[in-house]
């Protein structure tokens, strides 16, 4: 019987090739684009899963509120960790990450001490020697409870491993560091290359043992510079332990540490300590200010999945509506069969057949449409995916998906055309109603309504982009050039600025680590008026630079003066953003003092400009004279870039002969710190795009369909006179008026979800009426010109050829 059923779906398809086509491309689309997504949503809540104890491995996150606004951070003291294993049976091992690195942040120079040319690395971090036991990492050689033991040791990753001493096991191996030859670095361990879906993306780990970072560093509990990973016992009460540690460590061991120093404590009342479970690092730390690695975000995850089930609605809508509409060229073939002998379950496992046979072919080409979009949805999405061909539950997930793909489109149907009476359908009794004319007008609405709610979604992504990378952010970005690794030239980072400022394309030059992009140096402390630290303070950056940095970068001064390098006092001089003289309190805050442990004086004010990301106001920034050398900033003409560089990077070989010149631009970098947006915005484009073209594909067949059901009607029109932008309105006028309902009930839903997401920027494009204008003004174009072809055509047909019959 079932062979039966599937021989008649065949013939039905070949009967009607344009809907049975239309139905299984857009079947395809929906489906491809709801296989890509789970892809990604796969891959991102994979995060730190294949760990075996990572139920009881957390990381300690603080909280707390000031001035209204809540901060949330990983920051900790160096004490805390070994604190909490003593003090809290709870905790089975603790240790400490610490991303800030004495060798220059997470990059490096590196070398083998028998090599003379440095190799740029990314990825180090500093770690105790619990840290690869608490999160599992696969060893290669060595063991992971002494790869760190030692001071001075490293964990390098394979990858780095075979690079630097290939084919060998280079435990106890020495390598040279930012040519410092005084710190003896040697390999400890060698791990296995951190797969992509772990939250850590270190290639190497620096041991911890016996380093401080500042005097009393270790011992201090006023100094937040370390991350803390606990692994705690079977069956421990996160929400529990976490209320035990806050009440411990800020009465026992924080606050007296801020009282001993005569810091306020103002605010601490509401700070408290979470313990977040390591599977939700990746998902759930989008809201952490000082985490500095990169994170998904869970909002995304439940955004995209709405977007793969609404497009997949989409596809079987399309399905639904060409199905009911052509049950009038069907009943017969209904009464036919109920009149030798079918009974209803006959002709619904038949329906639901034909729907199963559209899902599966559709589903096939599916997958063929995924594989081909794949690199393209790769790119976009900013993350490695691939199809897991080999996992076991693919196939039976598949198949699964087919039939329920298949058993969602039809089931209506399928019971709606069973339902036909034998009698009044053979004797042409048999009335359609207007019932189900409305649920396909509400269908058609509801298609052009989601593709309404994504195409101003795309707009309004399109114009934030375009204000975070071309408004004035506070400095100018365009044309300077960044040296990285310039603490190579050591002792000689003087002359080299010198030298570059002798060649004619170099405007001006700067040497600041601290500079206002992403991936550079940042220095939070606590600021006071006076001495006085029992008044509330308050929290800002202290940024190190020379008397170039400003006129390098385009920053301008409201009030008072630059640095000047011959005036000796100004070593003890500061210079404050806007945004620090205002929570200060100073209205002319020129000669005022500033203090954060030593008194200075306020000789500038420089224009608030955006250092961190935009979503965020302007944070408090003081600037004090001095040089941190690991990145050199140049100001150069765009005449002729290429040459400039060249000429620049002849410079730099003069001095560092054994190293090769590593830059990027700054604008790039800029825009590097909104990667999510652009992406965001490619992911809304393309998938508005597949929204559009399946609704239009169905108006197209819905359109094809009504324009052969009301042949008769047209051709009585024409002989009777009615002209042919009479007919064109007919029909026409009825699927406009849809599309402008689609937009009636669109341009509410997308304002409110547009302006909650753009709530999370401090500094934002308005939502206009031009945004909903011009999205709503593209869908009823493209739905013209969709149904266009079909009105014309039926217009213009020859009324004889249809009425000979008559």
Request: include cysteine.
């Amino acid at each position: 019987m079932t062979r039966h059923y599937v021989k008649i779906a065949f013939r039905s398809m070949q009967k009607q090739k344009l809907y049975a086509s239309i139905n299984i491309i857009g079947f395809a689309i929906g489906i491809a684009a709801c296989l890509l997504i789970s892809l990604y949503i796969y891959h991102e809540t994979s995060y730190d899963r294949d760990n075996p104890h990572g139920d009881q491995v957390v990381r300690v996150v603080g909280r707390i509120q000031r001035e209204g606004v809540d901060l949330s951070g990983i920051g900790f003291q160096a004490p805390m960790a070994k604190t909490l294993l003593a003090d809290f049976p709870e905790v089975e091992k603790a240790g400490r990450l610490m991303s800030n690195s004495l060798f220059g942040g997470t990059t490096n120079q590196v070398r083998r001490p028998d090599q003379t040319t440095n190799n740029y690395e990314e990825g180090f971090c500093f770690a105790d020697s619990t840290i690869p036991e608490i999160l599992d990492i696969k060893m290669v050689y060595g063991s992971r409870k002494q790869a760190l033991a030692e001071p001075y040791s490293i964990l390098l990753s394979k990858s780095l491993a075979d690079k630097y001493f290939p084919g060998e096991n280079p435990i106890g191996r020495p390598m040279v560091f930012n040519e410092n030859p005084r710190l003896p670095i040697k390999v400890g361990g060698v791990m296995a290359d951190l797969p992509s879906n772990s939250h850590l993306q270190y290639k190497a780990f620096i041991s911890l043992a016996g380093l401080s970072f500042g005097d009393g560093e270790q011992q201090s509990w006023t100094q937040s510079n370390y991350g803390i990973y606990l692994q705690l016992r079977k069956g421990t009460d996160l929400a529990a332990l976490g209320k035990k540690v806050t009440d411990d460590v800020l009465e026992n061991y924080i606050l007296p540490a801020f009282r001993a120093k005569g810091r306020s404590i103002a605010g601490w009342k509401g700070a408290h300590l979470i313990l977040q479970p390591l599977a939700d690092i990746h998902l759930h730390s989008y809201d952490i200010q000082d985490d500095p690695i990169h994170h998904g975000d869970i909002r995304f995850i439940w955004f995209f999945a709405g977007i793969a089930v609404f497009t997949l609605l989409l596809a079987c809508i399309n399905f639904l509506n060409l199905s009911t509409a052509r049950s009038a060229n069907r009943a017969k073939e209904v009464g036919l069969r109920k009149v030798i002998g079918s009974t209803r379950s006959n002709l619904i496992r038949q329906f639901l057949t034909e729907s199963l046979l559209y899902s599966c072919l559709a589903c096939c080409a599916a997958l063929a449409l995924a594989l081909l979009a794949l690199p393209l949805f790769r790119q976009m999405a900013g993350v490695r995916l691939s199809i897991p061909w080999s996992a076991w539950w693919l196939a039976p997930v598949f198949l699964l998906f087919i039939l329920v793909i298949g058993l969602l489109a039809g089931i209506y149907p399928a019971f709606y055309l069973s339902w036909f009476k034998p009698i009044e359908v053979l004797k042409g009794k048999l009335r359609m109603g207007s019932k189900h004319g409305r649920l396909r007008s509400g269908l058609v609405v509801f298609q052009f309504t989601v593709s309404l709610i994504l195409l101003i979604g795309t707009t309004v992504v399109y114009r934030q982009m375009q204000y975070i990378l071309h408004t004035r952010i506070g400095f100018d970005k365009d044309q300077i050039v960044m040296i990285q690794g310039a603490d190579a030239l050591r002792n000689q980072t003087m002359a080299f600025k010198t030298e570059l400022l002798r060649l004619p394309a170099v405007q001006r030059a700067s040497i600041s680590d601290y500079l206002p992009v992403g991936g550079t140096k940042r220095n939070g402390n606590n600021f006071w008026k006076s001495g006085d630290h029992a008044v509330p303070g308050v929290v800002g950056q202290i940024w190190r630079v020379d008397e170039d940095y400003i006129p390098t970068l385009g920053m301008k001064l409201v009030a008072g003066r630059n640095f000047a390098k011959d005036m000796h006092t100004d070593s003890n001089a500061v210079i404050i953003n806007q945004a620090m003289a205002d929570q200060l309190g100073y209205k002319e805050p020129l000669g005022k003092n500033l203090n954060n442990g030593e008194n200075r004086i306020i000789i500038g004010v420089v224009e608030n400009f955006n250092f961190e990301d935009i979503k965020h106001k302007v944070q408090p920034l003081c600037m004090v004279p001095g040089i941190s050398n690991s990145i050199v900033s140049v100001k150069v003409k765009g005449a002729d870039m290429q040459r400039t560089l060249a000429s620049i990077d002849e410079a730099w070989k003069h001095f560092v002969p054994a190293q090769a010149m590593r830059y990027t631009f700054l604008d790039e970098n800029y825009a590097s710190m909104y990667v999510d947006v652009q992406r965001m915005q490619y992911l809304f484009t393309g998938f508005a795009l597949l929204a559009v073209i399946i609704a239009c594909l169905g108006l197209f067949a819905l359109a094809a369909f009504m324009a052969e059901q009301r042949r008769k009607e047209i051709s009585i029109r024409k002989v009777l006179g009615a002209p042919v932008s009479n007919l064109f309105g007919l029909l026409t006028m009825n699927f406009m008026k849809l599309i402008l309902l689609s937009f009636v009930v669109a341009t509410p839903i997308s304002w409110w979800l547009m302006h909650k997401w753009l709530q999370d920027y401090a500094n934002r494009v308005s939502l206009s009426w031009d945004v909903f204008a011009l999205s709503g003004g593209t869908v009823l174009l493209i739905a013209l010109g969709t149904i266009c072809w079909q009105a014309v055509r039926a217009s213009l047909a020859n009324p004889v050829e249809t009425l000979r019959a008559e």
